[in-house]
Structure formats: C-alpha cells, structure tokens
C-alpha cells in the first residue's frame, strides 16, 4: 500500500490517497500517522481518495474509524471518496456507511466542504 498526502483550498482541505490494499500493520500505522499529522496542523477537513484501494480487513476499517473518531473529537469531518464494490459492500455490511460521508468523485467531496 502506498499512501500520499497533500492540503488543498489554501490548507483547509486535507487529502490522503491510498493506493493498494489497507489491512494493518504498516499499512493501517501509515495512514494513522498521516491522520495525526493533519489534525496536529489543526486541519478540519479530511478527505480519503480510496479509488485505488482493492482490499481492506478489519483493520483497515478501524483505521477509517479511528480517522473519523479524531477529526470529530477535534471539530472536524472526513469524508470517503472512489469506493471500490468490494469496499463499498464492506462498508455497507458493516452499516458504515451510515456514518461516512461517501462521494463518488474527489471534486465532488472538495465542493461539499467549500459550501460549508
């Protein structure tokens, strides 16, 4: 898995891009550093581009969560974007998608926080 980062809209937005697979260890620490890395910037709006993630366990979903659990905590919003099927049917099963905020393109995510 490889994740890359980068702020947009004058450092408002956050984006963190997965590539691969996220199911723990190195992958799941790699992206929770990322997480950590924005909310001490003081960054409130988190999108995760997850249109090239194949796979993701138990532990990449906790990952998510405990993404969205600290942007909360801190006033903030992550929202999902590019789901997969097999991640979208994941999220589903797990009534996930009740509490995410999914969108089908990353424009489409960046105009949603603006608006606010």
Do not use: C, P, W
């Not at 890395?37 to 979903?61: A, C, P, R, T």
């Not at 797990?94 to 393109?105: A, G, K, N």
Request: glycine fraction near 8%; charged fraction near 25%; hydrophobic fraction near 40%.
């Amino acid at each position: 898995m490889t994740v890359k980062s980068r702020t947009i809209q004058n450092g408002r937005v956050a984006i963190i891009e997965v590539k691969g697979s996220l199911i723990g260890d190195q992958d799941t620490d790699q992206f929770r550093r990322e997480v950590t890395d924005f909310i001490e910037q003081g960054n409130k709006s988190l999108i995760v581009n997850m249109q090239k993630v194949n796979y993701m366990n138990s532990s990449g979903i906790g990952a998510i969560i405990a993404a969205h659990t600290s942007f909360k905590k801190n006033g903030g919003e992550v929202k999902l974007v590019g789901l997969s099927e097999n991640v979208e049917n994941l999220l589903a099963i797990t009534r996930l998608v009740e509490i995410f905020d999914v969108h089908d393109s990353l424009d489409e995510a960046i105009e949603s926080f603006i608006k606010k």
